[in-house]
């Protein structure tokens, strides 16, 4: 029998004080019975693709899941802070429904997701039309080695990598919603101004911006436009490499001022001068804030214009259990990116022409689609994160050795195919960065730690980009051996390490806490002064 939708208003008191405590037991006990125990089946492309049956929810039926806040002694530990944002929509009675949460889900699909992915294809355009610049008569028109070209890719990543932390710090004091699109708006300007490069200093010193601005903005898309904009070689007598800068920079340009007007502050604050009934009806304000803090309590330690302090700031980064991941982000990428950067010169140099260069640089990225989507799916279905995140370097290590065996003067087209499957590999950056994230617990650590762990895969291209040097040319054979050692130490040391450092952390804390009495839990609780992955009540992602 279907029930229906329960709509409760809010009249749960902003401060934790007494009187809210006490009316906290009665409360929880009152509206506690029609809640949702196990966790929510979600839709899985594994499902679709192999026409799995599903078991149906009655959709008018209650969605909510028991949390932390329908437990009158654990929930006064876990209240939001008295600014967090959007603790006027915040009440652990209310409830809602499945066809209510699905509804909403969609709706902040396509306004929020939908604005998320064109700002992460902004970045890319951006950032990776150098290499495509480089496939035409880039070097030449700059009088510029490809020394210089590493130089450049070497000052863009060190300077991305210092602006990662302050980058978030800005973001965390100003909002997002202010500092995302001011970004993307400054470093197009500077992209569409290399239009203009007259030689080796001004193209370093556009590196150098391009990287300090988009710091703290994370990455992958695949660059199509180069092939036809590159067309435009000899228009207005400038070279085509010209055009790709100034086009691409001024479609940047354009994501980055719309994406002023299309980046609320917070699910509660969507209304504006140009935009006045806002996105959301007040119930679907309340479904989410209170959908949020069920799934993750910590979400309240802090409102969206609030900086970190000193002593947050150091405790985040003095976070030793999220070290292992660092190293990680700092040796993963290492074995693929060489190739990556070096593909089009590689390609130009075994006999391929600009524009065979730019289309057979399409490949990978297409079938890099596949084994993306591909990884998602293994994710879903086994629900791992260490075995499944090190499958990049296990694809990456057989290609890199037929690499390495190459003959001297290879046939190009069998060298195309074994780059071409190398760059295929299933990217796995997106899941390491959510187990860092997880693993970090509170919002303030989560902060500092995904800017820390996005530093060390910045540092990770710097290394990488030396691998790969003019004395070791055409072949480079040293610089494979390397890349092959580097793969072999991650996927033996390094993710093994990490899963087992993980599991014996966990182990520790289920030791202490399943050792306290309920009472000594409560008191842990009341008095502790543990945040995010500190408290012992945490687990670590593995």
Same mark, same amino acid.
């Given at each position: 029998?279907?029930?229906?939708?329960?709509?409760?208003? /809010?009249?749960?008191?902003?401060?934790?004080?007494?009187?809210?405590?006490?009316?906290?037991?009665?409360?929880?006990?009152?509206?506690?019975?029609?809640?949702?125990?196990?966790?929510?089946?979600?839709?899985?492309?594994?499902?679709?693709?192999?026409?799995?049956?599903?078991?149906?929810?009655?959709?008018?039926?209650?969605?909510?899941?028991?949390?932390?806040?329908?437990?009158?002694?654990?929930?006064?530990?876990?209240?939001?802070?008295?600014? !967090?944002?959007?603790?006027?929509?915040?009440?652990?009675?209310?409830?809602?429904? !499945?066809?209510?949460?699905?509804?909403?889900?969609?709706?902040?699909?396509?306004?929020?997701?939908?604005?998320?992915?064109?700002?992460?294809?902004?970045?890319?355009?951006?950032?990776?039309?150098?290499?495509?610049?480089?496939? /035409?008569?880039?070097?030449?028109?700059?009088?510029?080695?490809?020394?210089?070209?590493?130089?450049?890719?070497?000052?863009?990543?060190?300077?991305?990598?210092?602006?990662?932390?302050?980058?978030?710090?800005?973001?965390?004091?100003?909002?997002?919603?202010?500092?995302?699109?001011?970004?993307?708006?400054?470093?197009?300007?500077?992209?569409?101004?290399?239009?203009?490069?007259?030689?080796?200093?001004?193209?370093?010193?556009?590196?150098?911006?391009?990287?300090?601005?988009?710091?703290?903005?994370?990455?992958?898309?695949?660059?199509?436009?180069?092939?036809?904009?590159?067309?435009?070689?000899?228009?207005?007598?400038?070279?085509?490499?010209?055009?790709?800068?100034?086009?691409?920079?001024?479609?940047?340009?354009?994501?980055?001022?719309?994406?002023?007007?299309?980046?609320?502050?917070?699910?509660?604050?969507?209304?504006?001068?140009?935009?006045?009934?806002?996105?959301?009806?007040?119930?679907?304000?309340?479904?989410?804030?209170?959908?949020?803090?069920?799934?993750?309590?910590?979400?309240?330690?802090?409102?969206?214009?609030?900086?970190?302090?000193?002593?947050?700031?150091?405790?985040?980064?003095?976070?030793?259990?999220?070290?292992?991941?660092?190293?990680?982000?700092?040796?993963?990428?290492?074995?693929?990116?060489?190739?990556?950067?070096?593909?089009?010169?590689?390609?130009?140099?075994?006999?391929?022409?600009?524009?065979?260069?730019?289309?057979?640089?399409?490949? !990978?990225?297409?079938?890099?689609?596949?084994?993306?989507?591909?990884?998602?799916?293994?994710?879903?279905?086994?629900?791992?994160?260490?075995?499944?995140?090190?499958?990049?370097?296990?694809?990456?290590?057989?290609?890199?050795?037929?690499?390495?065996?190459?003959?001297?003067?290879?046939?190009?087209?069998?060298?195309?195919?074994?780059?071409?499957?190398?760059?295929?590999?299933?990217?796995?950056?997106?899941?390491?960065?959510?187990?860092?994230?997880?693993?970090?617990?509170?919002?303030?650590?989560?902060?500092?730690?995904?800017?820390? !762990?996005?530093?060390?895969?910045?540092?990770?291209?710097?290394?990488?980009?030396?691998?790969?040097?003019?004395?070791?040319?055409?072949?480079?054979?040293?610089?494979?051996?390397?890349?092959?050692?580097?793969?072999?130490?991650?996927?033996?040391?390094?993710?093994?390490?990490?899963?087992?450092?993980?599991?014996?952390?966990?182990?520790?804390?289920?030791?202490?806490?399943?050792?306290?009495?309920?009472?000594?839990?409560?008191?842990?609780?009341?008095?502790?002064?543990?945040?995010?992955?500190?408290?012992?009540?945490?687990?670590?992602?593995?």
């Amino acid at each position: 029998m279907a029930t229906e939708p329960t709509t409760i208003k /809010s009249t749960s008191p902003s401060p934790v004080d007494d009187n809210s405590v006490k009316d906290l037991d009665v409360s929880v006990h009152e509206f506690s019975l029609d809640l949702v125990d196990e966790e929510e089946k979600q839709v899985k492309f594994t499902d679709i693709l192999f026409h799995k049956r599903k078991h149906v929810t009655d959709p008018d039926a209650i969605a909510t899941k028991r949390s932390v806040f329908d437990d009158p002694v654990l929930a006064p530990h876990y209240w939001p802070k008295k600014d !967090y944002e959007n603790l006027h929509r915040f009440d652990p009675s209310a409830r809602w429904t !499945y066809r209510e949460q699905r509804a909403l889900v969609r709706k902040i699909d396509w306004k929020i997701m939908l604005m998320a992915a064109i700002g992460f294809s902004a970045l890319n355009l951006d950032r990776s039309n150098i290499n495509q610049a480089n496939s /035409s008569s880039f070097l030449t028109d700059l009088e510029m080695t490809t020394d210089d070209f590493n130089l450049g890719n070497s000052v863009f990543r060190l300077a991305f990598l210092c602006a990662e932390l302050p980058s978030q710090l800005v973001s965390k004091r100003v909002g997002p919603d202010r500092w995302i699109p001011t970004q993307i708006c400054l470093w197009s300007i500077v992209s569409l101004s290399q239009f203009w490069l007259t030689g080796r200093t001004s193209f370093l010193v556009c590196r150098a911006l391009l990287g300090a601005l988009q710091g703290g903005f994370i990455p992958d898309l695949v660059l199509f436009l180069a092939f036809g904009i590159l067309h435009l070689d000899g228009v207005a007598g400038e070279a085509g490499w010209r055009w790709l800068f100034l086009i691409e920079g001024g479609i940047t340009l354009l994501i980055g001022v719309a994406t002023f007007f299309n980046m609320p502050p917070s699910p509660t604050q969507t209304k504006a001068w140009f935009r006045p009934k806002g996105w959301f009806t007040e119930r679907e304000e309340l479904i989410m804030v209170n959908r949020i803090l069920r799934d993750d309590p910590t979400k309240g330690d802090m409102h969206n214009r609030e900086g970190l302090t000193l002593r947050r700031f150091c405790t985040a980064i003095c976070d030793y259990d999220v070290w292992p991941l660092y190293v990680l982000g700092l040796m993963f990428g290492i074995p693929n990116s060489p190739p990556a950067t070096y593909l089009t010169l590689l390609l130009r140099d075994i006999g391929f022409n600009t524009f065979q260069t730019n289309l057979l640089t399409i490949p !990978y990225q297409v079938l890099g689609i596949f084994t993306m989507f591909g990884i998602t799916l293994l994710s879903e279905y086994v629900g791992e994160r260490t075995f499944v995140a090190m499958l990049e370097d296990l694809w990456t290590l057989p290609f890199l050795i037929a690499l390495y065996a190459l003959p001297s003067g290879p046939n190009p087209w069998i060298f195309f195919g074994i780059v071409t499957g190398l760059l295929s590999f299933p990217y796995t950056h997106p899941i390491q960065v959510g187990w860092c994230s997880r693993n970090a617990g509170g919002v303030s650590g989560r902060t500092v730690n995904a800017s820390l !762990y996005n530093m060390f895969v910045q540092a990770s291209s710097i290394i990488a980009s030396q691998i790969y040097v003019a004395s070791d040319a055409p072949r480079y054979e040293r610089g494979n051996r390397i890349l092959i050692i580097i793969c072999c130490v991650n996927l033996g040391i390094l993710y093994p390490g990490t899963k087992a450092y993980y599991i014996w952390r966990n182990r520790q804390r289920d030791k202490i806490w399943n050792g306290m009495t309920v009472e000594e839990r409560d008191y842990y609780l009341k008095t502790t002064k543990d945040v995010g992955n500190r408290r012992l009540d945490f687990r670590f992602a593995h």
